[in-house]
């Protein structure tokens, strides 16, 4: 079976309503954290195929952060008028808008290999951007998921590399912990304090993608950018009232 990316973008929407639940809301079953794990490759993957695909690179920019400052201004406003120790710091489009600038600057790198100047300014320009990603939603992973996803766009040893580069990421620094401890405390360690290694799995997902738009209008083009704010605010909501 094979999807386009509206199909891969609904069922990415449900898994990341599923993760936000159990971010959220008490005693939700620990398994919506696991599915949620796989939300944020795939939507970097799918924001690396909008870069190629799209007409206007400065227009997809522009919607990432417009959006992103929805987000900022509507999360605020929303904490700030129904507080509550759950703070709202989600913003993926700060994250996804960056990712889209530093694969513009790789672009500008490849267009300029043969001026060292520009090149040497292009790099600089690609580090400070790695750098501002730190900061956002999706930090170090979101970054590495740029370059990658970016760099090894069609290539056969993609998959391979994510899965290599992901595990070592999340689990490298558990190792020397791993080593004479007890069964209990790296079960506890993998499959109840640190999930993230889980997002290897959404290399499944990606696989899937049959590299075909699907339905594409503006209906529902903005309604998964209104999704994430939405679904978001409505969970935070229920949350102050339970």
Excluded at 128 to 154: A, D, K, Q
Excluded at 155 to 166: A, G, I, T
Excluded at 183 to 200: C, E, G, R
């Amino acid at each position: 079976m094979k999807l386009d990316s509206f199909k891969l973008k609904i069922l990415v929407m449900l898994l990341m309503i599923l993760d936000h639940v159990n971010a959220y809301l008490p005693n939700m079953p620990i398994w919506f954290n696991y599915l949620g794990r796989l939300v944020s490759p795939v939507f970097a993957f799918l924001v690396v195929e909008g870069f190629f695909y799209t007409s206007s690179k400065l227009k997809y920019i522009t919607r990432l952060f417009f959006w992103a400052l929805i987000m900022f201004v509507g999360s605020k406003t929303l904490c700030f008028i129904l507080p509550s120790n759950r703070v709202i710091h989600n913003n993926i489009f700060l994250s996804l808008g960056l990712s889209v600038v530093l694969m513009s600057i790789f672009t500008f790198i490849k267009c300029t290999k043969e001026n060292k100047k520009l090149m040497v300014l292009g790099v600089l320009l690609a580090t400070f951007i790695s750098y501002l990603m730190l900061y956002t939603e999706s930090s170090i992973f979101g970054v590495v998921m740029t370059y990658i996803f970016y760099y090894y766009r069609g290539k056969k040893s993609m998959p391979l590399v994510y899965v290599l580069v992901f595990l070592v990421l999340n689990l490298g620094p558990l190792i020397p912990q791993f080593i004479n401890s007890s069964p209990s405390f790296i079960y506890d360690n993998l499959f109840l304090l640190n999930t993230q290694w889980m997002m290897i799995f959404a290399i499944i997902l990606i696989l899937l993608y049959n590299g075909k738009r699907g339905i594409n209008t503006k209906l529902t083009k903005y309604m998964f950018y209104a999704f994430y704010p939405l679904h978001l605010w409505i969970i935070y909501i229920i949350s102050c009232y339970i």
